[in-house]
């Protein structure tokens, strides 16, 4: 209930995963998403003052030309999923493999996202975004490319964060609500 105006029960990110799926792995995968996002959304905002700005001079695995911001936004989201414990295969636009994780690192979800979508448009000053989907390891053992090849009926969670004037991290559990966090916090739940 709001004290003259200020949330002091917030329904922030890692409860409200906590509370829908009851599974810790999941709070942890969701903040370490949480995490890159605010990286990113860093990034994106200090890009012209960072000099950010700009071919890398790298092509990705669709065959388009990364952006410098291309490349530190996959870098910032590899480092934070490939060490949040919970991850085993992480598959991004930006790399022509998928990134399998090492064994004292890997858990049960496989993680395919675009770290910076959008980003051929980061010099006009337009809107860009983070898209993922996650699925979970099919069976025991290592995981590989074939846990993250399936159909979307088996996608956990799907979402995506917009960087603009506001960051705002959208997405949804399987037969579950849409739900919108800005500043990480809820803002819109059944978002229609």
Known sequence: MPSDGIEVN?????????????????????????TSCKLIATAVKRAGIA??????????????DQKKLDVMSNEMMINCLKYSGVCSVLVSEEDEDPIIVEDDNAGKFCVAFDPLDGSSNIDCNVSVGTIFSVYEKDGEGKGGID??????????????CAYSSAVELVFTFRNSEVVCFCKFLLLIENLS
Do not use: F, W
């Not at 846990?147 to 995506?160: F, K, M, N, T």
């Open 10 to 34: 917030p329904q922030t990110l890692s409860r409200y995963v906590m509370t829908q799926s009851k599974d810790a792995d999941l709070v942890i995968l969701m903040d370490a998403i949480a």
């Open 147 to 160: 846990d993250i090849l399936r159909s979307g009926e088996h996608v956990v969670c799907a979402g995506y």
């Open 51 to 64: 000099k950010l700005y700009g071919l890398a001079g790298e092509v990705n695995s669709t065959g388009d």
